[in-house]
């Protein structure tokens, strides 16, 4: 008897429970037995043959005896483990397809079955040959069940598989004309508009073909007879070519160097579409380069259909970028919709990746709408010892000492100032801390360097503690560079007594080459 060897078990990919029909082994082993005693068969089955069939049929006696059901496909497997069933039928003349079909059950992976179930891992283990018997729609083609090739063929052979289509490299799998073979092999003609008239798509979707036309559309010898030609051929595919790898490049470049009629058309395009490409990797980019250029009527449209979506966009990553651009192109007036979305989240939102981002562009470009912001800053003031230790939150402060309203810095240093050598010793907050000593006023620096070079009772100082600290020296070397004449001769009086100790450590060292590169002459510094 031939010897198979068997695959270990691993999952079908694209298994789908609910395309499949259940199909008990004891109705298939009936199937097979009232076949083979029926009178059908021209010719007994030759007994080098029966063997196999008896060992087939003990094997569905051993899967009749396991607990659940047998998935099985509707329509392909079902088709191949009928034609098993009919082995005797076939009869002596046809020995070649039942012995192929046996073969081919005891060679199929065993991916078939559930590989959790514990009763088909044992049956694995004590060495029972093992067959795929489900196929769902989206595995089907590869796998020869949905015409895509692959599987077996009826005499148990391997059958070519076809190739799974390659996403986001373009079409390069897809049928070329002869145009298109003849531009990737010309690569010394010169190639105009003109000659790619009725392949204006095509190339679009090929990468070196949509950048020959982003060049041409870009350029300053385009006529408008050229942009026309182009515009034409790509309009009744644009929402495609909005979505595509290459082709999206073309749209942008027709939404920036087309004509005003080409850009109202577009915009057409997008009404009704702009959620779904905002949320799409090349969608995306095309939305932002609209709204760059797109009048006002188009702009608040493209906004209008994000209202009660803006969270969605802003915590994805390619949705937030579109906020972003909205906040920056739309006057403020007309997205307000946006900030209300972040009325009571903005410290969640504050803290994540995307989320960041957008509010300092809320605060960026909606300063002088004081009433639009004003409930954005209450409650980054309200949750700022936390903002201050995120590894983004800390960005949305530092943006409020940066651009905000004296009033709102202030309010920040008033809230940080008494944890100031704590905060300085933390990988996120110390950027803060830097921040608060840079665009603090005068008496706010005052303050700070009064708390820090207080010294306690142990004579120490919370300046001696930051020297040492790898985070915190780095506060000290800022407030030593921003600081006056007058506040750094204090700095330098603090540190002479613990010259010794600062050399010894790797970041005190920094502190004293920094106030060396000051050429600032201590004695007992050098």
């Known amino acids: 008897q031939h010897q198979h060897q068997h695959q270990p078990a691993q999952a079908m990919p694209g298994f789908n429970p609910a395309a499949m029909n259940l199909i008990t082994p004891s109705a298939m082993m009936n199937t097979m037995m009232s076949q083979q005693q029926s009178n059908m068969y021209a010719t007994p089955m030759p007994n080098h043959l029966m063997g196999q069939a008896q060992a087939a049929a003990a094997m569905m006696g051993q899967m009749g005896r396991m607990p659940g059901a047998f998935p099985m496909a509707s329509m392909g497997a079902m088709g191949q483990m009928a034609q098993m069933a009919q082995m005797g039928q ?56 949905g015409g895509g090739g692959g599987g077996f063929d009826s005499y148990g052979h391997d059958k070519p598989r076809s190739k799974p289509p390659r996403r986001d490299r373009g079409h390069d799998d897809a049928p070329r004309t002869r145009l298109m073979e003849e531009f990737r092999s010309l690569k010394t003609r010169r190639w105009e508009l003109e000659h790619l008239a009725g392949h204006i798509v095509e190339f679009s979707r090929d990468q070196e073909g949509s950048r020959l036309i982003q060049r041409k559309l870009e350029g300053q010898q385009c006529t408008d007879a050229e942009k026309d030609l182009v515009f034409n051929e790509v309009y009744k595919e644009a929402l495609g070519l909005m979505t595509d790898v290459f082709g999206n490049y073309v749209i942008q470049k027709l939404f920036e160097h087309g004509l005003p009629r080409h850009r109202k058309l577009l915009a057409g395009v997008l009404k009704g579409n702009v959620l779904a490409l905002t949320l799409q990797t090349y969608g995306c980019r095309v939305i932002q380069k609209a709204l760059e250029v797109i009048d006002e009527d188009d702009q608040a449209m493209v906004a ?43 410290q969640n939102l504050a803290v994540h990746a995307y989320g960041c981002r957008v509010i300092q562009r809320i605060l960026e470009y909606c300063e002088d709408h004081h009433e639009v912001i004003s409930p954005i800053l209450d409650e980054i003031l309200d949750n700022v010892h936390i903002l201050v230790r995120d590894q983004y939150g800390n960005y949305v402060v530092q943006h409020v000492l940066i651009n905000g309203r004296p009033i709102y810095q202030y309010a920040i240093i008033e809230r940080l100032r008494g944890d100031v050598l704590e905060l300085s010793q933390h990988k996120f907050a110390s950027n803060v801390v830097e921040k608060m000593f840079h665009y603090g006023s005068r008496e706010d620096r005052n303050v700070i360097l009064a708390d820090l070079l207080r010294i306690n009772a142990d004579g120490t100082s919370a300046l001696h503690i930051m020297m040492k600290d790898q985070y915190a020296n780095y506060v000290v070397q800022k407030i030593i560079d921003m600081a006056d004449d007058g506040h750094q001769r204090q700095i330098i009086d603090h540190i002479k007594p613990h010259v010794a100790t600062l050399r010894r450590y790797t970041y005190g060292k920094h502190i004293i080459a920094r106030i060396e590169k000051l050429h600032i002459p201590v004695k007992g510094m050098s």
């Open 90 to 145: 076939m009869g002596a003349q046809m020995n070649p397809a039942l012995a192929g079909g046996l073969a081919g059950m005891a060679a199929m992976p065993a991916g078939g079955f559930y590989a959790a179930n514990p009763a088909y891992s044992a049956m694995l283990a004590g060495g029972f040959p093992m067959m795929p018997m489900y196929v769902d729609p989206e595995s089907a083609a590869g796998y020869g069940y």
């Open 304 to 346: 209008g259909e994000l209202d009660g979506h803006v969270l969605r966009c802003v915590l994805d990553q390619n949705g937030n970028h579109v906020i972003q651009k909205c906040i920056e192109r739309i006057p403020p007036q007309n997205v307000s919709f946006i900030v209300q979305s972040f009325i009571g989240n903005v």
